[in-house]
Structures are given as structure tokens and as C-alpha cells.
């Protein structure tokens, strides 16, 4: 592929996946990525052990934006919960010689690209600097100290900057892997922001920042690995400021120790990966604001839109916190129907899950819903869109279309006992002449933030979920016939599984 004439839409059409070109890429075992890294001899300091988070609820957190009666401190306990449901290990299973993590947040083949930083500035019982969450051990690496002896006196009392690290995806997905780890950036993301709720924060997140300067200040080398997102933690008092890092202005020391990548970090990044990221690229000026451009996709309506009561508290469901333990990709879907009224809450959720993304991000979602449904009580199985207001469901096309995207999808063949396939489409192209390059970045972590909330919610009304970055591009936009430049970006599978969810 030539990676010099690449756009976002170039990019994502050179990585399509054609049943009968698939390159059969060997995996190099010897090679495979560690998913930790390391700062050896870096100072440490330990996160607190996770206390009881309450029991509201996915639904809960969507519904409620404001100030919490009784919110957490901003301090060394929260930054622990904050980070441990953004990106923790919830469950390790030893099979024969290995022993296998599970993490809060799903990620393409479980390679893990995103990994963590804080910026603590005000937090109660930690000294204020830049820190590296590692997961492995619950714990931060210090990486930059604070010498001023405070944080700053306003604005949020911490910044959490995602990275992704390209070797990591790159060793399995090739060219392709840039599009998961901005999918994976969005699964942690959403995970954090639910959190801050949770907690009785409020928070911003960030696609657009000066990336050479953010880079530059987390200490990345940006051919192994890029900040993709930023996320502003405020209490209520702080003020929503602009939060541009300034370590020069507030006095951090920059004696930033070496990381150790691991196993896997000497594997060469295709150019293409490093095109498609560096033509996105904002340096040495503010990054500009975001255009949005209209999400109304002409109809192809068959029937009226059916409507449900997307106003009202969605009732039940597992608490948050133990939807985020419980959480897992489950394929073994089944041909139990799915509720009616299960159905419906689930949707709601979804629907909800995109506000909230528009909410925090403060950028409108570019992206397309869809939905194919079949086996659920009281609904023709067909394709589904969700009209504009989010009040309505309106059938595009009769007919299950399940089995053909399960075909779509590298002939996942479980994928066709999925009660509903939702998909997230976009024109990719349009976005690009709006928004330039840097779009891609957005849709594709959006689509990865609303993937999350999707298993979350799944999870929450005891239905499995998987999502799926796999499939034959072309068929997929065929069986969905959204029109020529209209591609299919994610598609997240639920529906009853066998056993336990
Ligand atoms: C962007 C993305 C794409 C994925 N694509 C597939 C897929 O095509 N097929 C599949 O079986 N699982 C897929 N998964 C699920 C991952 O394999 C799964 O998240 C990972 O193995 C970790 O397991 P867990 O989700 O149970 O924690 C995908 C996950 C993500 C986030």
C-alpha cells in the first residue's frame, strides 16, 4: 500500500478486508506483544483498594448529569476507582501453563493498545506530578514530579491522557490495526467518563488537542506510541477551564525515566499506520474547533416508526460497577427469544449511551445506527434505524439479515444466533471534507465508546455481547445499502447466550 497518498478515507478503504484477498498474515509467536509496559526504577505509588461504588445503575449514570448529593472526594481513593473501572483487571483464569487477564474494557484479540496517564494535580494523599497507571499491580509510576510543591489552584484536579501503543494491534492486524486501537481508545474512554459519574465527577473529553506538545509531555516517542485522548476530571467547584498542559508554567521536573515496551516492541509499524495517524496531526497551534456536520441519513422507510418511552428511567439491571466486573465477550449466543420489553430497555440504554458521548465530547456523533433484529418478541425481524429525535425505530428493510452479516463478518457463523447486530456506519469521506483527516480519529474512538456502553448494557440485562472489527467491508455495506461511501465502522452483536452471563 502506498502510505503517502492516504486520507482517512483512503486509509480505511486500503484496509478493507476482501473474502478473496485476504493476505493470510502468519502470527510470529516469538514476538508477541507484551501488553504491560514498564518503567523501570521509576518512583511508585500504590492505588488504594477499590472501596463499594453503590448500586446505580448503566441507566442511572446516563440519566443523571448533575452535581450528586454526597460526591467523592478528589483524592488518592478516587483516582483508584477511577482508573481500576477504566482499565482494570477483572478476572485472571489459568489455563494449563498460561494465565490469562481479563480487563474492564473489551479490546480487539485482547492486545491491549491503550495505556494510561494521569496528570494529578490536586489529588488528596498523592503527591502532585505525572503518573503511569499499571495495571498489572495497581499501581502509578511516577513519571514527572510537580516541584512547585501544589498542583494548579483551578481547573480539573486531574487529566487523564490515553495512548496507544501501535506495536501491540499492529503484530496481529497489520495496516488494519490503527481502526481498533482508536476502537479500544473508546471502550477505556467511555469506561472512565461512566466512571467519573459514577463517582460525582464531571468530565470532558478530548479528541482534538496539539499533539506534538501532549506527546511531548507525556514523554512518548511517537513512532512506538500517541496520545489519542484526554479526559478532565473536575469536582463540581473546579472550573471548566481549558485544560492545555503547560509543565514549563507549573514547574514539573522532566526527569522522565526510560519505559520498557517488552517483548514485541522491535516490530515494524506499516507506513500506512503511521500515515493515517500523522495526517491528523495538529502541531504548534490551537487545535481548531470541530464543525459538525448533520448525521441525517435519507430514509428508506417501510413502515412507521414504532416509538417506546425513551423519556423514562430504564428500570433493573445490574449495578454499574458489577456490570463493569461482569462484563466479557460472549458468543455463545442461542436461539432463546429476546424479550420484548428487554429488548426495548437495551435500546434505550444504547440510545441514551450516544447522548452521553455527545454530551461529554461535545462534539455531535458522526456516525449512523443501525440495528438488524430478528428472534425478539414483537418486532418483525428486519433492519432497523433509530430515527433522528431517538424516540423511534423505524424499519428500512424487512427481513433477518443476521446470518448474511454473520457471513459478512469472516464467517463468525455464532454471530447469526445474535438477536441484534447493532452497526455504526458512517460516510466516512463526508466527515473527512468537513473535518479533515483528523475525523477518522473521532468516529472511530466514538464508535469504540459506544461499543463499550453496549456490552455494558448487554451486560446489565443479563444478555451476552461481542463486538466485531472483522468482516468483508464490501459485503457489509452491501447488506446494509446505506449508499456508496457509507462503510461499516463496528458492529456490536447481543442477544441471549447458554450459561451464566
Ligand atoms: C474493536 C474490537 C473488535 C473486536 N472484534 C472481534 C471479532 O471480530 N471477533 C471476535 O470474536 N471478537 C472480537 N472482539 C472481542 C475481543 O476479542 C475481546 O474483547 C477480547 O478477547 C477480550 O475479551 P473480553 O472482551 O471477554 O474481555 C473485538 C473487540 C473489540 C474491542
Request: aromatic share 10%.
Amino acid at each position: 500500500m502506498d502510505g503517502q497518498t492516504l486520507t482517512a478515507w483512503n486509509y480505511h478503504r486500503a484496509t478493507e478486508h476482501h473474502r478473496f484477498r485476504m493476505a493470510g498474515h502468519r502470527l510470529d509467536w516469538a514476538a508477541q506483544p507484551d501488553v504491560i509496559k514498564r518503567y523501570p526504577g521509576a518512583e511508585t505509588a500504590d492505588l488504594a483498594p477499590i472501596r463499594s461504588l453503590g448500586t446505580a445503575s448503566l441507566g442511572d449514570l446516563l440519566d443523571s448529569a448533575k452535581e450528586q448529593e454526597s460526591p467523592s472526594q478528589p483524592d488518592l481513593n478516587s483516582l483508584s476507582n477511577l482508573l481500576s473501572m477504566g482499565s482494570g483487571i477483572t478476572s485472571v483464569r489459568r489455563h494449563g501453563a498460561g494465565i490469562y487477564t481479563f480487563r474492564s474494557a473489551a479490546s480487539a484479540g485482547a492486545l491491549y493498545p491503550v495505556d494510561i496517564y494521569v496528570d494529578a494535580r490536586r489529588v488528596d494523599g498523592l503527591p502532585s506530578g505525572l503518573y503511569h497507571h499499571r495495571i498489572d499491580g495497581s499501581f502509578l509510576e511516577r513519571l514527572k514530579t510537580n516541584t512547585d510543591g501544589g498542583g494548579q489552584p483551578s481547573g480539573p484536579f486531574a487529566v487523564v491522557y490515553l495512548g496507544g501503543v501501535f506495536f501491540r494491534s499492529v503484530w496481529k492486524y497489520r495496516d488494519r490495526a490503527y481502526r481498533y486501537i482508536l476502537n479500544d481508545t473508546g471502550h477505556v474512554a467511555a469506561n472512565i467518563l461512566l466512571a467519573a459519574r459514577l463517582l460525582g465527577f464531571h468530565a470532558k473529553l478530548e479528541y482534538d488537542f496539539d499533539d506534538e506538545h501532549v506527546n511531548g509531555f507525556l514523554g512518548l516517542d511517537s513512532s512506538m506510541e500517541v496520545c489519542l485522548a484526554k479526559i478532565s476530571v473536575y469536582t463540581w467547584n473546579d472550573a471548566v477551564s481549558e485544560t492545555h498542559v503547560s509543565p514549563d508554567v507549573w514547574g514539573m521536573t522532566c526527569t522522565m525515566p526510560r519505559p520498557d515496551y517488552g517483548n514485541g516492541a522491535g516490530c515494524d509499524i506499516p507506513a500506512a499506520v503511521y500515515h493515517i495517524h500523522r495526517s491528523g496531526v495538529i502541531a504548534g497551534q490551537k487545535p481548531p474547533v470541530s464543525r459538525a456536520w448533520g448525521r441525517t441519513k435519507p430514509g428508506r422507510v417501510k413502515d412507521e416508526a414504532i416509538s417506546w418511552p425513551m423519556g423514562t428511567a430504564v428500570p433493573g439491571g445490574l449495578s454499574f460497577s458489577e456490570a463493569l466486573a461482569r462484563r466479557r465477550s460472549r458468543r455463545n449466543f442461542h436461539v432463546k427469544p429476546l424479550e420484548n420489553e428487554k429488548f426495548f430497555n437495551f435500546l434505550s440504554l444504547v440510545v441514551k449511551g450516544v447522548a452521553f458521548m455527545e454530551t461529554v465530547s461535545r462534539v455531535q456523533n458522526a456516525f449512523h445506527l443501525e440495528l438488524l433484529v430478528q428472534n425478539t418478541e414483537g418486532l418483525e425481524s428486519g433492519q432497523y434505524r433509530i430515527d433522528k429525535g431517538g424516540h423511534g425505530l423505524v424499519c428500512v428493510d424487512n427481513g433477518g439479515k443476521n446470518a448474511l452479516m454473520a457471513g459478512a463478518c469472516l464467517d463468525q457463523r455464532w454471530l447469526a444466533h445474535a438477536s441484534v447486530h447493532v452497526l455504526m456506519t458512517a460516510d466516512v469521506r463526508q466527515a473527512e471534507k468537513y473535518q479533515g483527516p483528523r475525523a477518522y480519529r473521532s468516529i472511530m474512538m466514538n464508535a469504540g465508546f459506544l461499543g463499550q456502553i453496549i456490552y455494558l448494557a448487554a451486560t446489565s440485562f443479563d444478555l451476552g455481547c461481542c463486538g466485531i472489527g472483522a468482516f468483508f467491508d464490501g459485503e457489509a455495506a452491501m447488506i446494509l445499502d446505506g449508499g456508496d461511501d457509507e462503510v461499516l465502522l463496528y458492529l456490536v452483536a447481543s442477544g441471549h447466550v447458554r450459561g451464566p452471563v
